[in-house]
């Protein structure tokens, strides 16, 4: 099975607790106003990888990292994929699942009544992002956004968020930067401006 992804990057410490690998899905059909992501709004983007390849590779490195991040895009959105690759990580590795979805809880679970979800995935923060809610605390995109835990498929909602003061770039062979973390609302205008004293120009796409 092959799953449609934007990019897998690691290590990432500021998207869930730890250390920890991130996956980012290509598409999304949610089209929150004010989406920092829109290049993974398409389907087009990104490449097929193949699933059973990318646990295996996963497995070989799990001793350095304490979980997986899983955001997009909408990971949601590609359902029978999420679910093939956590319950093969769980099967194969000792690493926790945190992922970000646009859906809220109550939505995925009338949307899939199956709740595996529920079995396979440590950590959903759930919901729209709202941009009149914007939250600065680099913990959730949004205040109306909440974290559950589940344990023995039971959501537990948490009062505690991983919050973290970083964020990080990555600079890619061909030249694109990627910002991981969610930034504060000044974030943005400050990484442009930092990146325009080292010579790079910021251009969004
Ligand atoms: S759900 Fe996430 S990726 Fe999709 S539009 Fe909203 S903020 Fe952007």
Known sequence: MYW???????????????VRIGIWVQGCSLGCKGCISQTLW??????N????????????????????????????????ALIAFSAFIKKKTKLNIYVFS?????????????RLFMRYLDYLLDG????????????????????????????ILQDELFSSSKWSLY???EKQVFMTGIPKSTDLENITKELEK??????FL
């Open 4 to 18: 449609r992804l934007n990019r897998i990057q690691y290590p990432v410490y500021n998207l869930g607790p730890g």
């Open 42 to 47: 398409t389907k087009r983007n990104g490449k």
């Open 49 to 80: 990888v193949n699933i059973a390849y990318l646990v295996n590779q996963i497995a070989e490195v799990q001793d350095c990292f304490d979980g997986i991040t899983i955001t997009g895009g909408e990971p949601f959105e590609q359902y029978e």
């Open 102 to 114: 646009g859906f809220t809880l109550k939505e995925l679970i009338e949307m899939y009544p199956d």
């Open 128 to 155: 729209r992002y709202m941009q009149e809610k914007h939250d600065n605390q680099n913990a959730r995109g949004s205040t109306n956004q909440n974290l559950y835990r589940f344990i023995d498929g039971q959501p």
């Open 171 to 173: 600079i890619s062979k």
């Open 198 to 203: 080292v010579g790079i120009k910021m251009r």
